[in-house]
């Protein structure tokens, strides 16, 4: 069974920035597609970018030209970097791990989730 431990969440001003790691450990079938998820009170739960493991990336439309995934397959180890950081961006972010065949939105492995509260 794989393990999905996320970091770097916390409390961030509006128009800050915030980087997510998310590490994974145990069961590592291969170089996995992994990505990041976001779920705000009373919403459903949000593809926010994912990354195939051959580099190609997804992300929400939301998102774009504000965030960014990269990994580091040596580390198993994927980062979400956010700048311009909005108040809706405020959620609790999940990391998550899947197959191939479906990259763009992997989703058979989660971790726990770190909050990021943007707010002056």
């Known amino acids: 069974q794989m393990q999905l431990v996320e970091s770097g969440g916390g409390l961030v001003q509006p128009g800050g920035s915030l980087n997510l790691s998310c590490t994974a450990s145990g069961s590592i079938r291969s170089i996995i597609p992994m990505g990041w998820y976001r779920q705000s009170p009373g919403k459903q739960r949000e593809l926010v970018a994912a990354?195939?493991?051959?580099?190609?990336?997804n992300y929400a439309q939301s998102v774009k030209g504000r965030f960014t995934i990269s990994r580091d397959n040596t580390k198993n180890t994927v980062y979400l970097q956010m700048n311009s950081l909005k108040p809706e961006d405020t959620a609790v972010y999940y990391c998550?791990?899947?197959?191939?065949?479906?990259?763009?939105?992997?989703?058979?492995?989660w971790g726990q989730g770190t909050q990021v509260p943007v707010s002056s």
């Open positions: 990354i195939g493991g051959d580099g190609r990336t």
């Open positions: 998550s791990a899947g197959d191939d065949s479906r990259w763009y939105r992997p989703s058979t492995d």
